[in-house]
């Protein structure tokens, strides 16, 4: 089992920064992806970011390339997202996941979840 723990989220304005923490303890060695999901009120859990946790490569979808970064340090086992230029459609339940296997956007892919980190941006 992974255990993966959020943390992070605010109330921000428009164009301001944030950075997500995701914090993963367990059988990390497990892990081959990790990434972030976002869901905003009455839609659907949608994908943000994925890093390859042994390589690093990374994946963005595009409503948040150029303005999001995904990172991670194994040695604390811990994976980030930082988040500039915050607009208020990015106002959602941040979600941290894991996959046991190399994957990507889809996520019944991701075999753990985090509880979710609350993230609202004001106009």
């Known amino acids: 089992q992974v255990q993966l723990v959020e943390s992070g989220g605010g109330l921000v304005q428009a164009g301001d920064s944030l950075r997500l923490s995701c914090a993963a303890s367990?059988?990390?060695?497990?892990?081959?992806?990790m990434a972030w999901f976002r869901q905003a009120p009455g839609k659907e859990r949608e994908f943000a970011a994925a890093i390859r946790w042994r390589s690093s490569s990374t994946d963005y979808a595009d409503s948040v390339k150029g303005r999001f970064t995904i990172s991670r340090d194994n040695t604390k086992n811990t994976m980030y997202l930082q988040m500039s230029s915050l607009k208020p459609e990015d106002t959602a339940v941040y979600y941290c996941?894991?996959?046991?296997?190399?994957?990507?956007?889809?996520?019944?892919?991701?075999?753990?979840w985090g509880q979710g980190t609350q993230v609202t941006v004001s106009s």
């Open positions: 996941a894991a996959s046991t296997k190399v994957t990507g956007r889809n996520l019944n892919a991701y075999d753990y």
């Open positions: 367990g059988r990390t060695f497990s892990i081959y992806t």
